[in-house]
């Protein structure tokens, strides 16, 4: 199995804050391995109290349910997000597997942007940056 190490984990957080940074977004970023347990975690200047636990529960979801956090992907379009099932998890977009080839090797979840689809920009855009390591 391949490992999430310290060092690809802080990587990811740092290239996930400098995205959103770009993008003028005060955010939290959470790192975790295989086992849901924290490798990296930054909170930027500004980013409000929430942000951190937000991060960690789209974490928790990614690492809960194997896929992007955020609403489920059989909602009819314009009907509102349902509360999450599992309690520590949320059906907010931000949360994103890392993977090498279809293994899960842990999770990013970005909080503190205006709008879930553009925290998992940044942790999108954080995996792009760090994809040569990735395999």
Do not use: W
Request: proline share 7%.
């Amino acid at each position: 199995m391949k490992m999430l190490t310290v060092d690809l984990a802080q990587a990811i957080a740092q290239e996930a804050m400098a995205k959103c940074r770009a993008d003028g977004y005060k955010i939290s970023v959470r790192v975790v391995d295989h086992a849901n347990i924290e490798k990296a975690f930054l909170r930027d200047d500004g980013a409000g109290m929430a942000t951190v636990q937000v991060a960690t529960m789209k974490a928790n979801s990614v690492m809960a349910f194997g896929r992007p956090s955020g609403p489920p992907a059989n909602l009819p379009a314009g009907a509102p997000v349902p509360a999450p099932v599992v309690p520590g998890t949320i059906n907010a977009m931000g949360g994103v597997p890392i993977k090498v080839g279809d293994q899960v090797i842990g999770a990013v979840a970005v909080s503190g942007a205006p709008g879930g689809d553009k925290d998992a920009a940044c942790a999108n855009a954080a995996l792009t940056k760090v994809a040569d390591k990735l395999k």
